[in-house]
């Protein structure tokens, strides 16, 4: 086989030859296809990790010793037989083969860097049902711990962080914190996301050490409470014209929102499957159907009354424009309403604005201020409920009579 030009910086002599062992022409000819595709692959790698050995350039070289018939080890770690043999298999053979044989290769260290990679490898069973949507707001907080501490510290060998490490990160966090540029629990997300990405490399590698990041929480404020949008705020939304300027998509989202006290997501990302405009009593569906829910209990029906049903009635296949992006659908309309002072000021949070989300509390409230039995409000909420679960719960003409009574 002819050495390509851009990877003779790899051999010394213009041609590798090695033998296809059989005398089979088809054979040969197809091992002979094998054999060049490998070759290609391995100069590749090593063009790519030139400068360092690769996981990638690692993982080649290993298999490529396999198909020398030997099991890949270490120089270290072989015997004068063993070395002899191999040795003498590659004599004549390209210059990777030498490598691979010899195990001159160093199996390269887990980097900081590797961290999320390896997190998300071990946890593929609990994201198989997220949407890309999903999958995005799940994993850019370790990545953007794994960054920050990268910053900080460098791309260091995982196992080679110690306790220095975590408590100079928790210092450096605690003074972001200190200047208002970063809040206590934005910081505490990052120290528990490298513990977490920690544990899980620890486990894999058999490190008994303590967790560098354990225990490096900074004292919160009390947490942030939603507050229920006041209904005065809610009837000034549903005045004819209020929210003409919204786009109808995001129109029926927050007259869906105000009858259902779903989570926003949840109507959003909807599947037409699961809209039953043409049941006896119309509902949707809260189901992991191309998403995740946030938890077991948040699958539930939900009957539609009043601005909801027609809301939905206008787009009975869902909001496709926004169904993997409901983050931006939020967006659109927290500013509107924050804009046009459908929404007044979070007692809470100064200088911030309620959002569409306390539309959700606001459909608690009501709930509850119509006496509704605490087990059939959990179950709209799509709440846990405490204690064992006995039955089936109220069924769709029960909920419907409730909601009926409380909805818009």
């Known amino acids: 086989m002819r050495v390509p030009n851009e990877y003779k910086k790899f051999e010394k002599l213009p041609f590798v030859r090695f033998s296809l062992k059989t005398r089979d022409r088809q054979a040969a000819t197809q091992r002979a296809i094998e054999a060049r595709k490998r070759m290609l692959s391995l100069w590749m790698a090593q063009d790519l990790g030139q400068e360092q050995n690769s996981l990638q350039q690692y993982e080649r070289i290993v298999?490529?010793?396999?198909?020398?018939?030997?099991?890949?080890?270490?120089?270290?770690?072989?015997?004068?037989?063993?070395?002899?043999a191999r040795l003498i298999a590659t004599e004549g053979q390209p210059v990777t083969s030498a490598k691979a044989a010899l195990g001159v290769v160093e199996k390269p260290r887990d980097i900081t860097s590797m961290m999320f990679d390896l997190y998300r490898e071990a946890n593929e069973d609990k994201v198989l049902?997220?949407?890309?949507?999903?999958?995005?707001?799940?994993?850019?907080p370790f990545i953007r711990a794994q960054n920050i501490f990268i910053d900080l510290a460098g791309d260091v060998p995982i196992e080679a962080i110690s306790r220095a490490d975590g408590l100079a990160l928790?210092?450096?966090?605690?003074?972001?914190?200190?200047?208002?540029?970063?809040?206590?629990?934005?910081?505490?997300?990052?120290?528990?996301?490298?513990?977490?990405?920690?544990?899980?490399?620890?486990?894999?590698?058999?490190?008994?050490?303590?967790?560098?990041?354990?225990?490096?929480?900074?004292?919160?404020?009390?947490?942030?409470?939603?507050?229920?949008?006041?209904?005065?705020?809610?009837?000034?939304?549903?005045?004819?014209?209020?929210?003409?300027?919204?786009?109808?998509?995001?129109?029926?989202?927050?007259?869906?929102?105000?009858?259902?006290?779903?989570?926003?997501?949840?109507?959003?990302?909807?599947?037409?499957?699961?809209?039953?405009?043409?049941s006896n009593i119309p509902h949707i569906q809260i189901r992991p159907d191309g998403r995740d829910l946030k938890t077991q209990d948040s699958e539930r029906d939900i009957p539609l009354c009043g601005v909801a049903l027609e809301a939905m009635r206008q787009f009975p296949s869902g909001f496709a424009r926004y169904a993997d992006r409901p983050t931006t659908a939020t967006a659109n309309i927290n500013k509107f309403l924050k804009n046009n002072e459908l929404v007044p000021a979070d007692p809470h949070r100064p200088g911030k604005f309620l959002t569409v989300y306390s539309l959700r509390h606001s459909f608690q409230d009501r709930l509850t201020g119509a006496e509704v039995p605490e087990r059939i409000a959990r179950d709209l909420m799509g709440h846990k409920l405490e204690g064992e679960r006995y039955g089936g719960g109220a069924n769709l003409e029960h909920t419907a009579r409730i909601l009926a009574g409380i909805s818009h």
């Open 170 to 278: 928790r210092a450096s966090l605690l003074e972001r914190v200190k200047s208002g540029e970063l809040a206590a629990n934005s910081a505490n997300r990052i120290t528990t996301c490298l513990s977490a990405m920690w544990n899980v490399y620890a486990k894999r590698a058999q490190i008994t050490a303590p967790n560098p990041f354990g225990s490096l929480n900074i004292k919160e404020d009390k947490k942030n409470v939603r507050s229920p949008i006041p209904e005065e705020y809610i009837l000034l939304m549903l005045k004819p014209g209020a929210l003409d300027r919204l786009n109808p998509e995001c129109r029926a989202i927050v007259h869906t929102l105000i009858n259902t006290g779903c989570r926003p997501s949840e109507v959003i990302g909807i599947q037409p499957q699961n809209i039953r405009l043409d």
């Open 129 to 140: 049902k997220k949407s890309e949507h999903q999958l995005r707001v799940w994993k850019n």
């Open 63 to 84: 298999e490529h010793c396999r198909t020398l018939g030997f099991t890949y080890k270490p120089l270290s770690d072989l015997s004068d037989g063993d070395l002899v």
